[in-house]
Nanobody
C-alpha cells in the first residue's frame, strides 16, 4: 500500500517562501508519476507540478511557473516543492500525489499566504 506523508505547510506573508516535503513509501512500481496538487476553498483540486511517469520530465501549472520548483531524492523516496514569491492566491491545501495503475493521495498540508 502506497503511503504519502506531507509536511512543511504553514502561514507565510506574501512574497515569502515555503518548502513542502512528501515522504513516499510502500510502492514497488518503477513506472509512476509523482507530484503536487492543491485545493483552495470552494475550488476544485488542481495539478501544480509533477514528474512524468514516462521520462521524468517536469510539468508546471502556468500560474506557478518561475516561482515553484519540484525536486526529488529517489534514494530517500522524497519529493519536495520549493515555493517562492508566494501570493495570497496560492493559499490552499497541498497534496502529494502518486500515480501508477492507481491514484494515491497524502493527507494534505495547509499553506496560507496572508499578511
Amino acid at each position: 500500500q502506497v503511503q504519502l506523508v506531507e509536511s512543511g505547510g504553514g502561514l507565510v506573508q506574501p512574497g515569502g517562501s515555503l518548502r513542502l516535503s512528501c515522504a513516499a513509501s510502500g510502492f514497488t512500481s518503477e513506472n509512476y508519476a509523482i507530484g503536487w496538487f492543491r485545493q483552495a476553498p470552494g475550488k476544485e483540486r488542481e495539478g501544480v507540478t509533477c514528474f512524468s511517469n514516462t521520462d521524468d520530465s517536469i510539468k508546471y501549472e502556468d500560474s506557478v511557473k518561475g516561482r515553484f520548483a519540484i525536486s526529488r531524492d529517489k534514494v530517500k523516496n522524497m519529493v519536495y516543492l520549493q515555493m517562492n514569491s508566494l501570493k495570497p492566491e496560492d493559499t490552499a491545501v497541498y497534496y502529494c500525489n502518486f500515480k501508477d495503475q492507481l491514484n494515491y493521495w497524502g493527507q494534505g498540508t495547509q499553506v496560507t499566504v496572508s499578511s
